[in-house]
């Protein structure tokens, strides 16, 4: 199985899933248990999307998956801040991050489409 901890981007998926599970917990049940627990859930995907990808010939699928996560966490959790459940400054933060992560996975998948020999 090849390793994927040293990739950048495994790292900072990483890092943004303790954030919003840390953040999360501040949350008022109902949106703990709904929007929060749905980014959670999207958030945890995309670490398994990066295991999958590094370890598969064809990445795309895998990064095309990850990139459609991140356009999915990205309005899930501007209704957060839309709703004041999740401050302005810790949607700033968190959005930056998804933007950062998502340009990595654009950069990986044009790697990998590049490399694949098609």
């Not at 890092?15 to 859930?41: M, T, V």
């Amino acid at each position: 199985m090849a390793r994927y901890n040293h990739l950048s981007v495994y790292q900072n998926t990483y890092e943004l899933n303790l954030y919003f599970f840390k953040l999360a917990r501040g949350f008022p049940k109902d949106f703990r248990y709904g929007l929060a627990s749905e980014i959670k859930s999207l958030l945890s995907d995309m670490l398994d999307q990066i295991v999958i990808a590094n370890s598969s010939a064809d990445k795309g699928a895998a990064l095309q998956k990850a990139t459609l996560d991140i356009e999915r966490i990205k309005f899930k959790s501007r209704m957060l801040n839309d709703l004041k459940v999740m401050s302005l400054k810790s949607y700033e933060y968190f959005f930056k991050q998804l933007v950062e992560i998502s340009k990595q996975f654009g950069k990986w998948y044009i790697w990998a489409k590049n490399n694949s020999g098609a």
